[in-house]
């Protein structure tokens, strides 16, 4: 398992939740290979409302079944692991949407300890 602690990077991918990546869910498919890859961690999340560089409007509505809404992929690890492997992945991977970079502190990034045996 690898640990993480002091400054690292948080990378935030925003995207859209119609976004393919070869017949795949775009966000599933960046968990997976961030994963495969090694990496830290990574979360998904989906919006109610957005809109991006187009300026069309993304909303959840009741009486749509379907809809393109907003989806943000957040990734934790080092500045290095950051530049030299996701950094390509996403120019690979992510050919439209906005990717920010910020630093952050992690102050714990460690599994549950499961309880000693009785």
């Not at 960046?30 to 409007?57: D, N, W």
């Not at 992929?73 to 991977?93: C, F, G, K, Q, Y």
């Amino acid at each position: 398992m690898r640990t993480l602690d002091g400054e690292q990077l948080l990378v935030r991918i925003f995207i859209g939740e119609s976004d393919k990546w070869h017949h795949q869910t775009l966000s599933v498919a960046l968990v997976e290979r961030l994963r495969r890859e090694g990496f830290a961690g990574a979360t998904v999340f989906q919006g109610l409302a957005g809109f991006g560089a187009h300026s069309v409007m993304h909303a959840s509505h009741v009486l749509r079944l379907s809809q393109d809404l907003p989806v943000l992929v957040e990734v934790v690890d080092s500045a290095e692991r950051v530049e030299e492997t996701l950094l390509p992945i996403l120019d690979e991977m992510v050919p439209e949407g906005l990717v920010t970079l910020e630093k952050v502190r992690v102050l714990r990034y460690a599994p549950k300890v499961p309880p000693p045996p009785t």
